[in-house]
């Protein structure tokens, strides 16, 4: 029993960083209607600027931490600004290829760093354990998912209670209608990138004490990219619940199927949620005006 239970503590974590590299998804698709496929790349950028900034600069860990989000969060805006507001008007596919190109660019970039290349880091954010009673749990999952909630709580406060949040809200329902009513729509899809990045480096800060910090850490989103599909990619809750779920059923698949099986449940799990649900389990809530 005290071994499911910490299986499910380790799932709920890593649900919790798919459900944030999901959001990261769902996020630029509702605003701009394109899928970025660099976000794998984001985080790991994310983890190692973090790492950088306090192994090499001596900052305080926090301080790095927060400067890695901010300066991701900056280069999403920036990369919308100079290339991919480019692809507005063309076919997805010229957004969806140059996403790509630009996360391999990233990827190419860290690789050209030996050190970064070469070894396996890890950012010290809490690497004991916390006895509750019997049950013993690693204190990074505790973290993460304690992390996770909090910047739910702050990021529904700000779609909902700040002029920007609504403004971005507006601008993802209905592009055309909110430049009429006023809405910088431009420069609302610059702040849904940069939310986008920063989300996506923030996940990644909070897999790094987890699964260290490493060239690969980023091939993480091709599994966030489910939960996003099976949220219905139209709806926020709904990606950040289904990144939960699949990191759950595949720790439970860990646990109860061979090895090398889990990897397969996110995709098996997906095809079988688009069959019997077309739109996504969030798609329905979405219609109803979910965010």
């Not at 609302?188 to 699964?211: F, K, S």
């Not at 199927?257 to 995709?267: I, N, Q, R």
Request: glycine letters at 12%; one cysteine or more.
């Amino acid at each position: 029993m005290l071994a499911l239970l910490q299986v499910l503590a380790s799932g709920v974590a890593i649900g919790c960083v798919y459900g944030l590299v999901a959001l990261s998804f769902v996020l630029i698709y509702k605003a701009t209607e394109t899928f970025s496929f660099m976000q794998g790349d984001l985080l790991m950028l994310g983890a190692f600027a973090a790492l950088g900034l306090h192994l090499h600069a001596g900052w305080p860990l926090p301080v790095a931490a927060l400067a890695a989000l901010l300066a991701v969060g900056v280069l999403g805006a920036v990369l919308e600004r100079s290339v991919l507001r480019r692809a507005l008007g063309r076919p997805h596919l010229v957004a969806v290829l140059l996403t790509f190109g630009l996360g391999m660019m990233m990827r190419g970039g860290v690789a050209s760093v030996p050190a970064a290349a070469q070894e396996v880091h890890r950012l010290p954010f809490a690497a004991d354990t916390v006895a509750i009673g019997p049950l013993v749990l690693a204190a990074s999952h505790i973290w993460v998912v304690v992390a996770t909630v909090a910047l739910s709580v702050l990021l529904a406060a700000f779609f909902r209670y700040t002029r920007t949040g609504l403004a971005l809200r507006a601008c993802s329902e209905d592009a055309r209608v909110a430049a009429l009513m006023g809405v910088p729509v431009a420069r609302m899809h610059t702040l849904a990138w940069a939310l986008g990045a920063a989300l996506a480096a923030c996940a990644g800060l909070l897999l790094a004490p987890v699964t260290f910090v490493h060239l690969n850490m980023g091939f993480i989103a091709l599994k966030a990219f489910p939960a996003a599909v099976l949220g219905g990619l139209t709806s926020l809750p709904g990606a950040l619940v289904a990144g939960v779920f699949l990191g759950v059923a595949e720790a439970l698949a860990g646990l109860a199927l061979p090895e090398g099986f889990k990897d397969v449940v996110p995709y098996a799990l997906l095809m079988a949620a688009l069959l019997l649900f077309p739109q996504g389990l969030g798609g329905a809530r979405a219609g109803r005006g979910g965010a």
